[in-house]
């Protein structure tokens, strides 16, 4: 069924004259604009106070954080030295080559540029912002498998896929593993907490969602194919991936913690 699946889609969605729609921009799109759709309504109902204007400008930060972040998280994680001698293929996304943990620096950092902008506290925003970026992680990770990327190490379950420039033998879909346990799991988990009544303290709930990707990434990391131009980092095991989920864990622990020990209420107001 998924090697039918994968068989049947093309990368590209639909072209227009010269204009090429891939299913991995459309999936950045329907991440970003239905995480802000979430974040609205969860704040609505947390009666922060959100205006649509502070959605537009926390959209808009974190859009431009996530999306630089994600591409020079690569280049720096992942490029194995080749951008600092080719400096110009840097930009060039149109080539692909995207870091999640890149991404997530990245919209770190629009999230406190959004919070002074928008005079929303760091920790509510982190939170918000948390809770809907899973929604993203399920559909670029959907795209990944559709590209046939990213796969995983050869299997022989019944639900492994050739992909095309992998060789001739199965592989784990390790794409739809991380849509499924980025995605979908650490959603569910995170809208179920978002209502509650009140709602978890400030920075609990991104302090969950570091920690349960740090989790699942180390995990599937260890049946998905390290990057070829990297290899192992140590052994047949340890990978990049895996390296830089272990401080997401313990960040997220920590910040789990720290907002439980300083039980600060979700807000709106700096002051």
């Keep these: 069924m998924l090697q039918a699946f994968y068989d049947a889609m093309d990368p590209i969605a639909f072209t227009i004259g010269p204009l090429t729609v891939r299913w991995y921009g459309i999936a950045y799109i329907l991440g970003f604009v239905l995480g802000i759709l979430l974040i609205y309504r969860i704040a609505k109902r947390w009666k922060i106070g959100m205006t649509s204007e502070n959605a537009l400008t926390l959209?808009?930060?974190?859009?431009?954080?996530?999306?630089?972040?994600?591409?020079?998280?690569?280049?720096?994680?992942?490029?194995?030295?080749?951008?600092?001698?080719?400096?110009?293929?840097?930009?060039?996304?149109?080539?692909?080559?995207?870091?999640?943990?890149?991404?997530?620096?990245?919209?770190?950092?629009?999230?406190?540029?959004?919070?002074?902008?928008?005079?929303?506290?760091?920790?509510?925003?982190?939170?918000?912002?948390?809770?809907?970026?899973?929604?993203?992680l399920f559909f670029g990770r959907v795209a990944n498998f559709i590209n046939g990327e990213l796969w995983g190490?050869?299997?022989?379950?019944?639900?492994?896929?050739?992909?095309?420039?992998?060789?001739?033998?199965?592989?784990?879909?390790?794409?739809?593993?991380?849509?499924?346990?980025?995605?979908?799991?650490?959603?569910?988990?995170?809208?179920?907490?978002?209502?509650?009544?009140?709602p978890l303290y400030r920075g609990c709930y991104f302090g969950i969602f570091?920690?349960?990707?740090?989790?699942?990434?180390?995990?599937?990391?260890?049946?998905?194919?390290?990057?070829?131009?990297?290899?192992?980092l140590a052994g047949d095991w340890l990978t990049m991936g895996m390296l830089l989920s272990i401080p997401m864990l313990i960040v997220g622990v920590a910040f789990f913690v720290y907002g439980y020990r300083k039980r600060l209420p979700q807000s709106v107001e700096t002051r």
């Design 210 to 232: 570091l920690a349960l990707y740090g989790i699942f990434r180390i995990l599937i990391e260890f049946v998905r194919q390290p990057d070829a131009q990297l290899g192992y």
């Design 59 to 136: 959209l808009l930060c974190i859009m431009v954080g996530a999306i630089l972040g994600a591409r020079l998280g690569y280049v720096i994680f992942y490029g194995d030295g080749y951008y600092w001698t080719h400096p110009a293929k840097i930009l060039a996304f149109n080539e692909g080559g995207m870091s999640f943990h890149g991404g997530l620096i990245g919209m770190f950092i629009g999230g406190l540029i959004a919070a002074r902008i928008t005079k929303v506290k760091f920790g509510t925003l982190a939170d918000l912002v948390a809770t809907a970026a899973p929604i993203g």
């Design 153 to 198: 190490s050869v299997t022989t379950m019944p639900w492994g896929v050739v992909f095309q420039n992998a060789g001739s033998l199965p592989r784990h879909p390790s794409q739809l593993y991380e849509a499924l346990l980025e995605g979908v799991v650490i959603f569910v988990v995170l809208i179920i907490l978002s209502r509650k009544n009140p």
